[in-house]
């Protein structure tokens, strides 16, 4: 058993407490957890959510990739809600997962636009099928720096959706994270233990917040920067 999984098991009962609200004190915090990361109401969006799932595990199939790494469809819908909850305008999105992390971010208001870099070549395809109804909302990059710098000039509050760091991205974003962690950004990791380059940024995160709360299960988290709120990590199960 390596050190990730032992330090997983040994804090699970104190993640399920937190999860369930106990000892966690903040308002924002109380609500957030239960009421986002753990609600398990449906929502409307849902079942757009999984049909742009079954059509990327088809494509996918068709194209013969194994080991794809695609996206649970409870981290799908978790990301819905936390954009459903925040109603972001303007999205800034780092790797995609064939267009379902796409699909789950844009779903919650058709006035929302992303701007991505890191789809991959193998990707590619199935992305643009999945994603076809939402192309005019969509704005690709293949350049990270060009990507963030295009985005900035158009988000005043940022959002953020990051689910695959290659060393451009990592670099980019750690020159820009000062500026992201002052202001009311919210950022999301799906993929935080895959990738040495994901846990690099999200401890780097951790440790240059300011302002703000983060919440994780170890593998997928979001941070909620807001310099009225008191600097607190949860680590929950979910």
Known sequence: MNYKRLKRYASALGRLRKSKGFGIHSPFAFRFVLRVLKERLPYYGYDTIDSAYADARALIARQGIKRPGIISRKYAKMIFRVVNHFNPTDILQIGTNYGISTTSALTPSSRSRLWIYGIQARQF??????????????????????????????????????????????????????????????????????????????????SNLRGGMTFSNGRFGVVVCNPKLPVQHYSLWF
């Open 125 to 206: 395809d199935t992305f643009k099928a999945v994603t076809a109804s939402l192309a005019a909302r969509i704005n690709t990059y293949a350049d990270a720096r060009t990507a963030i710098d295009a985005y900035r000039e158009a988000a005043s509050d940022p959002f953020v959706i990051i689910n695959d760091v290659d060393s451009d991205a990592l670099t980019s974003l750690s020159e820009r994270l000062t500026e992201f962690l002052t202001d009311r950004c919210v950022i999301i990791m799906t993929a935080i233990a895959h990738k040495q380059q994901s846990e690099t940024l999200w401890n780097e995160v951790k």
